[in-house]
T-cell receptor, first 111, second 112 residues
Framework: KQEVTQIPAALSVPEGENLVLNCSFT??????LQWFRQDPGKGLTSLLL?????REQTSGRLNASLDKSSGRSTLYIAASQPGDSATYLC??????????FGTGTRLLVSP | NAGVTQTPKFRVLKTGQSMTLLCAQD?????MYWYRQDPGMGLRLIHY???????AKGEVPDGYNVSRLKKQNFLLGLESAAPSQTSVYFC???????????FGSGTRLTVV
């Protein structure tokens, strides 16, 4: 059974810091991995998607890497801003676009 | 605005009562999903549908039923609610061949 773990569970940083969020999964047989952002009381917004054949994807200040063989992904956020405060979820696609989610990292960026 | 709409946004049920959660999308997406989110456990897939008239079980289907009679709607039913079904329920949709999920804003359900 696929299990997805995210470390740390919570992170508090001052504005401007670069930070790394970690995601690990137990079964390397995935189609792709996605990173989502969730704001309180809201749905999820897709940030980045990495296909199983890719090593990384970038969007603005966000960079996600994937090491499928070791079952790991990282989300790098450069020059963090208070508006980045949210919960970040990673999810692996196990087929039919069904996602298995991690428990999330709650990020607080203080001014 | 185009997207996924969930109805209702909040609901309190008594144990044993039944209810239906409605998910509607106006993007003509083929795939639709119901997830539940519980503290410390992340989102877990309840049921999903790959097209009108089709449904399939996810990771935690017990106690729930679903129907997809129209392409744009995906209904989640609780026949006899239990306190263990207290959760936030999210619906999502996706176009076949793409990977972009669109999530609804969630339904917070409390069973007392």
């Amino acid at each position: 059974k696929q299990e997805v773990t995210q470390i740390p569970a919570a992170l508090s940083v001052p504005e401007g810091e670069n930070l790394v969020l970690n995601c690990s999964f137990t079964d390397s047989a995935i189609y792709n991995l996605q990173w989502f952002r969730q704001d309180p009381g809201k749905g999820l917004t897709s940030l980045l998607l990495i296909q199983s054949s890719q090593r990384e994807q970038t969007s603005g200040r966000l960079n996600a890497s994937l090491d499928k063989s070791s079952g790991r992904s990282t989300l790098y956020i450069a020059a963090s801003q208070p508006g980045d405060s949210a919960t970040y979820l990673c999810a692996v696609n196990t087929g039919f676009q069904k996602l298995v989610f991690g428990t999330g990292t709650r990020l607080l960026v203080s001014p | 605005n185009a997207g996924v709409t969930q109805t209702p946004k909040f609901r309190v049920l008594k144990t044993g009562q039944s209810m239906t959660l409605l998910c509607a999308q106006d993007m003509n997406h083929e795939y639709m999903y119901w997830y539940r989110q519980d503290p410390g456990m992340g989102l877990r897939l309840i049921h999903y549908s790959v097209g009108e008239g089709t449904t399939a079980k996810g990771e935690v289907p017990d106690g729930y039923n679903v129907s997809r009679l129209k392409k744009q709607n995906f209904l989640l039913g609780l026949e006899s609610a239990a306190p263990s079904q207290t959760s936030v329920y999210f619906c999502a949709s996706m176009q076949q061949g793409s990977y972009g999920y669109t999530f609804g804003s969630g339904t917070r359900l409390t069973v007392v």
